[in-house]
């Protein structure tokens, strides 16, 4: 987490100096890219979502790490240099008090580690796209999903 503030503070317009001591950045840093080396866990709708890339005959990269080596993308299109993210329940908080509407857009508001994870990624990729879990839900079985 301290080393997500240190990007944040970095990737601001006006940066902001921050003091702390080396070691702690150094430690920081190596705690962030273990995690993001050991927790790239591929969901079941991130691989239905690979398929639809195989399908289409695009070629894909599932989990690909960033030239910075700071984030992980769920689906990294090399030829077209994007990221597709497929953003689960979590990437969303619910916005309402009716559980039958959750699947609706107009209730869901992203979580802001969500859209920092985007903010960086950007900056990484010429494009990020994300694929909320409710729509290509609805989309099973159809042709829209292609």
Not at 46 to 52: K, P
Not at 130 to 146: D, H, Q
Request: glycine share 4%; net charge negative.
């Amino acid at each position: 987490m301290l080393f997500h503030v240190h990007l944040m503070h970095h990737s601001a317009s006006r940066s902001v100096t921050v003091a702390h001591p080396a070691w702690l950045m150094v430690e920081a840093r190596s705690a962030w890219m273990r995690n993001v080396q050991d927790n790239n866990t591929v969901s079941r709708s991130q691989r239905s979502l690979a398929r639809v890339f195989d399908e289409l005959g695009v070629r894909h990269e599932v989990e690909r790490r960033t030239d910075d080596g700071y984030f992980s993308m769920d689906i990294y299109l090399p030829e077209y240099d994007v990221a597709v993210e497929f953003d689960g329940p979590t990437h969303y908080y619910h916005t309402s008090e009716s559980s039958s509407t959750w699947r609706d857009a107009s209730t869901t508001t992203r979580t802001a580690k969500t859209e920092l994870r985007d903010f960086f990624l950007a900056r990484q990729c010429g494009k990020v796209v994300t694929v909320p879990w409710f729509e290509f839900a609805a989309l099973e079985g159809s042709p829209e999903k292609r």
